[in-house]
């Protein structure tokens, strides 16, 4: 008897193995999420080339907001309804925590926008395109990749920091051993030599936006030669700006957090003092009122009232005043004083007279609202609105140094 | 033809069993002591298993037993168990029994592991049994941590806030393992439930948890295995232990009796603030405390429970509206419940066990949320400085569920010594949670209005079969064979939908908003298999030793099946049964277990890179949603310890058990830098260590038992730490708020941050902060303490006097746990932090006046430089610095959680006696009882309640009072009546 179940107790227990290994591998599978490998497909390149871009345009709209704050377009006040965040209060002030997690989620976002880009290259390298309408695919993911690679090489470069004077980034390839420190001379050029990668497969237009913003790195190098030639070929009047889009659930993050959604940055009073000086500057400064705790009006800013309202990244306008700028250090000041007045021109706004190193930087402030260009602009005219010793570049974030090995310092 | 041949047999059987000689017996069953008679004791014949329970004078009567020789077995919750030979040669036979008092708990029968039970005498693991019957006398529990909590060694349950219905977090031992939750597994009657606290559309952090819809109750006794060593055999899954909630079953009925009883509860009292706001902790003290309510607490038990010898059931009803002491707080729970039980022949026992429950939870606004009732009178001496009071009162928040917990079981003795048992369990919920923010009010972030629907319908399924044989290899050596098998299978779904822009408040269904907002759904489907064996050996009554392993199986998406063997091991002595112990030790056991568990991996984690599908401007794209790892294995975890219990005097009692827990192939989650861009999730890797040790004893004393008088008193001690040994050099790992931390050589989630200390000019002036030095490879962080206490436990004690008084009073306390008092550090930086800015004007850096320039009080006057109290108040400014050179100075908001409170306090009077003169025996029992909850409190903490966690009870986050809802006190009465 004793016997017969030893056997059957072992009998079962042998057959159970096989049955529970199938028993819980008989699983749905997820409906959320798949896996890398199922992406190796051609026909699911667009898919991959909108996550890039989906990526862009939520670090756009974090980077400029930030960017905002620490310069002197945003102020942070806590009398105005819903201001709250320390993080905010941080970036204001330009005494910036490591572990400010606003910054952290900036951060994480060029990080994964310089990844996904460099990852469709990668993939779509691997796969055969076959035929006009692939190869068409093919192309639009070869600008995609190339293009906003170049643009999270150039956000490092020019907005984030090591330390409040060593300006620059890191892009790591193999987590295990994540890349060292590189300075924004090195990012910049790594940018370049990317923007230039996607202008062969670049439309015309896509070509002129490309040249402005490598004009724009230029300039911000102090390589006025090199942002001129670019600039020459860059966007002209009439041009559509090139925008990050948003949506309802990808929302303009001015909107969300600077804006109608909840107004945490208002726009400096300055913009208000532009407005009243000239109403008809209203055009490229819209202002939307907001009453604070105490009774002061504060003016938010008026450019995005919807969520699915696009940011510029890059305009004609733009270009015209890099051109104006650096006609102006060249001395010739009668061509930048005419593409200043063609900038104004654009929104209604009277003509000026006369035109110098200052006007330009003024009318870039104006012009540039809400593009986190300011931020640049009082480092390049030596503008700097805080104490010495606060931060004018975001600072890498506490989890960049906690994790990375390689920095140095 | 079946039919009519089984019939015939009936009535061929019949006649012959009414022809045989039968007789009655009967007699009464007293205490020992007290000569008291005993009512509801049960007294069973065992080889017919015909029984009967005495009635309220003690007496039995047991019909129509065949003459013959039978072991008479009377039994009682609380005494000692008498095995009597009767023999029945008469019509009539009269048996009186006198049962000694269990004053230990040694006679219980507690489970020691899958399908064991044995007596605590004979364990060979550390076992905790609550007997929910006996406390629901004197309390009537909101939910099952409020039973549980205080009541064992080695475990506390404690809520997240002073949310009615809110998140519960069990603390198992030493809480080793370094990965999951830290939650163990719990079973009601067999079935694996669903444990989780469900947050679905945010309060600020606080969820719901799924144990509110258990009705404390319906419950009969919970059995918990603490650790691994008790809970091998469960496998991967028990890595924390395995509460086994069982629910109440029918009574045999006396004889004499009725063949059934119905019981009514009833209650009614009130939830208030338990410690109003000051202003030392609150930035408007007035308007916070104003806030509070006298919340009602009332609730309707109707039980029916009885049955013969065949069949046995027990049914409720009951409905508990509780609301809370802050609006928008509140549950309706209404708990249906039938339990069967089948004896169709004498060596079948069917049973079912089925409860359903409808739940209505209402949570408030509070937590990290500018919406909140606390965020908007606390932070800042301006009320409602982010959200007008009537907007904040006027979200509604409503989550209804539906849940149905019902098992299956059957047990066969095909032979007198196998036992083979099979059931299956279901446990099912459907929550609906409906989120509104009215149209015509404003509130950040919303235009005009905005409503919010959560679906999640949670299924699960557990299967069960074990086998149980035993055998006698020599006449004093027994041995019993077990071997069964487990599978589990859940399957989750979850959906949302947001909506925005409503024209008027009055129509809020979601159609009715214009604006789209955000909708999405979730899914999962996991499943668990384990085989098991075990063998046990008994030598006469004095050794006993097991041997068991468990091979488990566990789903893993993206790789194949996870699959691990766990061992287990354990002896017992009774050193008492050897002669060789002083007449005043009347028992003695030492033992020690071994056991492994595991705790799995997530679904995912073998994935190595999963892309999620992230709608935007350009439509949806692939973003990465998870980096994985495909060689992951779950965490393996090992417990040993050694534990002994003895008796004194017959009275005494003393439990003490040291445990080591070691944690290998942790699974750690690295953080990739963000540079690299897999920043999505965490990888995970097997390369953690951790260890964790601890003490856990209860002593138990009936020093006093008469007729009229009854002293019971307990004092339980729980000692416990860990240390994380070895991240396979992995960075050290910090929770989303930078402030706990998983560190080599400190202890998990130890607080791991900076603090800030005064400077001083040369002429004695404060020259500003400056950081503590702490630990160079940490960038100069400073541990601040662990967010779980060291040492905790609790005293209960219960007087009974003049018969029929009955006094119990439970206190708990806790030593050596810290809490991040966030709310301060908030105030601070919204300069409503009065201590601050009293020390701010002696320190002469800003004028303050406490009441405003036209109260009586006068402004604070600057201190003397160079002071003794000007030195004092710039060193305790300068620790409440909130920020310092880039870094966040959480530590200077770090305190002591220390507390002692009187946790539950209830008079009992029970009136059984004096109605039995008018009612001729109508009335079974009758008492009244008024009863407490938090009632008293000290503690070093500033804030008001030192137990909360503003990020529920799940949170990797743990011991952070933010704007928290402080637990409240309860009072209330309690009629209860069985007929």
Request: with cysteine.
């Amino acid at each position: 008897m004793r016997r017969l179940l030893t056997f059957l107790a072992s009998a079962v227990l042998l057959l159970s193995v096989p049955a529970c290994d199938t028993f819980v591998e008989d699983v749905d599978d997820p409906i959320d999420t798949i896996g890398d490998e199922q992406l190796n497909d051609v026909s699911q390149v667009p898919f991959v080339i909108t996550g890039v871009e989906a990526r862009f345009s939520t670090t756009y709209g974090f980077l400029t907001v930030f960017a905002g704050g620490l310069s002197d377009e945003l102020i942070f006040d806590q009398r105005v309804p819903n201001a709250t965040f320390p993080t905010f209060a941080e970036f204001d002030s330009g005494d910036i925590q490591f572990a400010n997690n606003s910054n952290d989620g900036l951060y994480n976002d060029v990080g994964e926008l310089r990844f996904f880009a460099d990852n469709l290259l990668e993939r779509i390298a691997t796969l055969e395109f076959v035929g006009e309408e692939e190869q068409a695919i093919q192309r639009e993911a070869q600008f995609v990749g190339n293009f906003y690679g170049g643009i999270a090489r150039y956000i490092l470069a020019t907005y984030y920091a090591l330390t409040p004077d060593q300006p620059g980034g890191v892009i790591t390839t193999d987590p295990d051993n994540p890349g060292p420190f590189l300075p924004a001379a090195d990012l910049y050029s790594q940018a370049l030599e990317k923007l230039e990668a996607a202008k062969a497969f670049a439309s015309d237009y896509q070509t002129r936006v490309i040249n402005t913003l490598i004009a724009r790195i230029h300039l911000f190098q102090g390589n006025y030669g090199a942002a001129q030639t670019a600039a020459a070929a860059g966007l002209q009047e009439g041009d559509d700006p090139f925008s990050s889009l948003h949506s309802v659930d990808n929302s303009n993050y001015w909107y969300v957090q600077a804006g109608r959604g909840r107004s945490q940055f208002v726009a400096d009073f300055v913009y208000k003092d532009y407005v009243d000086a000239d109403p008809n500057e209203a055009a490229r400064i819209p202002l939307d009122p907001i009453e604070g705790n105490d009774g002061t009006t504060f003016y938010r800013q008026g450019k995005y009232l919807e969520r699915t309202d696009p940011i510029p990244l890059v305009t004609w306008q733009e270009n015209a005043l890099i051109l104006a700028e650096i006609d102006v250090r060249n001395g010739s000041t009668a061509p930048a004083l005419q593409r200043v007045n063609e900038v104004r021109a654009s929104h209604g706004i009277d003509p000026l007279d006369s035109v110098d190193l200052d006007t330009i930087a003024l009318e870039r402030r104006k012009e540039l609202f809400t593009m986190g260009l300011r931020l640049v602009d009082q480092r390049r005219f030596d503008q700097w609105h805080l104490p010495a010793g606060t931060w004018q570049y975001l600072p890498l974030t506490q989890s960049e140094r906690n994790g990375n090995p390689n920095l140095g310092s | 033809m079946h039919q009519l041949r089984a019939l015939c047999l009936l009535l061929f059987v019949i006649p012959s069993i009414a022809l045989a000689q039968q007789g009655t017996v009967s007699g009464i069953v007293t205490d020992a002591e007290s000569g008291d008679p005993l009512p509801g004791a049960n007294v069973v014949l065992s080889q017919i298993r015909q029984g009967a329970a005495t009635d309220l004078d003690g007496r039995f009567t047991i019909p129509g037993v065949p003459y013959g020789t039978y072991t008479l077995t009377v039994s009682f919750i609380g005494y000692r168990t008498v095995e009597r030979e009767v023999s029945v040669q008469s019509p009539t036979t009269d048996v009186s029994v006198a049962l000694m008092p269990d004053y230990t708990g040694l006679e219980e029968v507690v489970v020691t592991g899958i399908a064991s039970a044995t007596s605590k005498a004979r364990a060979e693991v550390a076992v905790s049994r609550i007997d929910a019957e006996q406390l629901q006398e004197n309390y009537a529990y909101q939910d099952v941590s409020q039973l549980m909590n205080g009541k064992i060694t080695g475990v506390s349950v404690q809520p997240a806030s002073g949310n009615i219905g809110g998140g519960i977090r069990f603390v198992m031992r030493s809480s080793t393992g370094l990965n999951g939750d830290g939650q163990p597994v719990i079973y009601v009657d067999g079935v694996r439930i669903d444990n989780a606290e469900v947050e679905g559309f945010g309060v600020g952090g606080q969820g719901v948890s799924m144990l509110a819809n258990l009705n404390p109750e319906d419950i009969a006794s919970i059995d918990v295995l603490k650790g691994p060593a008790g809970a091998a055999l469960y496998g991967t899954s028990g890595s924390n232990g395995v509460v086994l909630i069982t629910t109440k079953r029918g009574q045999l009925a006396g004889a004499t009796a009725r063949p059934f009883s119905v019981s009514y509860k009833g209650v009614y009292g009130a939830n208030s603030q338990a410690r109003e706001y000051t202003k030392f902790n609150a930035g408007t003290p007035e308007t916070a405390n104003a806030f509070f309510r006298n919340g009602l607490i009332s609730q309707h038990n109707v039980a029916v429970s009885g049955g013969s010898n065949q069949v046995r059931y027990f049914a409720s009803y009951d409905k508990r509206l509780e609301e809370g002491h802050l609006p928008n707080n509140q549950q309706d729970r209404q708990s249906f419940r039938a339990n069967f039980e089948a004896f169709p022949v004498q060596n079948v026992t069917i049973r079912a066990n089925t409860g359903y429950t409808l739940n209505e939870i209402a949570r408030p606004q509070n937590d990290n949320n500018i919406f909140g009732y606390l965020g908007n009178t606390l932070l800042s001496t301006t009320p409602f400085f982010f959200t007008d009071s009537l907007a904040i009162e006027s979200i509604a928040d409503d989550q209804r569920i539906q849940r149905f917990v019902g098992s299956a079981d059957v047990e066969w003795q095909p032979l007198p010594r196998l036992q083979l048992r099979a059931s299956v369990g279901y446990d099912g919920t459907n929550l609906r949670q409906d989120q509104t923010y009215p149209a015509n009010l404003s509130y950040s972030g919303v235009v005009n209005g905005e409503r919010n629907i959560y679906n999640r319908t949670n299924q699960q399924y557990t299967y069960d079969f074990n086998a149980r044989y035993s055998y006698d290899i020599t006449p004093s050596l027994n041995a019993t064979t077990l071997v069964g098998a487990q599978a589990f299978n859940r399957i989750l779904r979850t959906s949302f939908f947001t909506k925005q822009n409503f024209s008027t408040e009055l129509i809020k269904n979601i159609g009715a908003g214009a604006t789209f907002i955000d909708g999405d759904e979730g899914f999962l489907h996991a499943r668990e298999a384990g085989i098991f064996a075990q063998q046990e050996f008994a030598f006469q009554n004095r050794l006993f030793a097991t041997l068991g392993l468990r091979r488990d199986f566990a789903t893993a998406i993206g790789s194949e099946a996870a699959a691990i063997y766990y061992p287990k091991a354990s002896l017992a002595i009774r050193i008492d049964e050897f002669d060789v112990l002083p007449a005043a030790i009347n028992f003695l056991k030492l033992r020690t277990a071994y056991g492994e568990t595991g705790q799995l991996p997530g679904l995912l984690d073998a994935s190595r890179l999963r892309w999620e599908a992230e709608p935007s401007g350009y439509g949806a794209g692939a973003v990465l949603d998870f980096i994985g790892n495909v060689e992951i294995e779950p965490e393996r975890i090992r417990e040993i310890e050694f534990g002994l219990e003895a008796e004194f005097l017959n009275n005494i009692g003393l439990e003490t058990t040291y445990y080591l827990q070691s944690a290998t192939n942790s699974i750690i989650d690295f953080a990739n830098v963000p540079s690299s861009g897999l920043t999505a999730s965490d990888v995970p890797f097997n390369v953690g260590e951790a260890r964790g040790w601890g003490i856990e004893t209860s002593l138990s004393a009936s020093p006093l038992r008469t007729r009229n008088y009854g002293l019971d008193l307990t004092f339980i001690w729980n000692y416990q730490d860990n240390e994380v040994r070895d991240l396979g050099g992995a960075q050290p790992i910090y929770d989303g708020f930078d402030i706990n931390v998983i560190k080599e050589g400190m202890p998990r989630s130890a607080f791991y941050t900076w603090g800030t200390r005064a400077t001083f000019n040369e002429d004695g002036s404060y020259a500003g902060p400056e950081l503590i030095p702490g630990d160079e490879d940490a960038d100069g962080r400073r541990f601040y303490g662990i967010p779980y206490p060291k040492h905790n436990g609790s005293f209960s004690m219960n007087v009974r006097f003049l018969k029929n008084f009955n006094l119990n009073v439970l206190a708990d306390w806790q030593l050596g746990g810290s809490i991040f008092n966030n709310t301060a550090y908030f105030q601070t930086l919204f300069g409503a932090n009065y201590r601050r800015n009293v020390l701010g004007a002696q320190l002469g850096l800003r004028p303050f006046d406490p009441d405003g320039e036209d109260g009586p009080e006068a402004p604070i006057e600057a201190l003397e430089v160079g002071s003794d109290a000007y030195r004092a108040a710039a060193e305790e400014y300068a620790g409440m610095e909130t920020s310092f050179q880039g870094v966040s100075t959480d530590g200077n908001y770090i305190e002591e959680a220390d507390f002692l409170k009187l946790r539950e306090v209830s008079l009992r009077y029970d009136f059984t006696d004096l109605i039995r003169k008018y009612t001729n025996d109508q009335i079974r029992s009758i008492s009244f009882t008024l009863s407490a909850r938090n009632l008293w409190m000290t503690t070093k903490y500033s804030g008001a309640d030192p137990e909360v966690n503003f990020d529920g009870s799940r949170s990797a986050s743990r011991a952070t009072d933010f704007l928290t809802l402080p637990q409240p006190r309860s009072i209330y009465g309690s009629l209860s009546i069985t007929f």
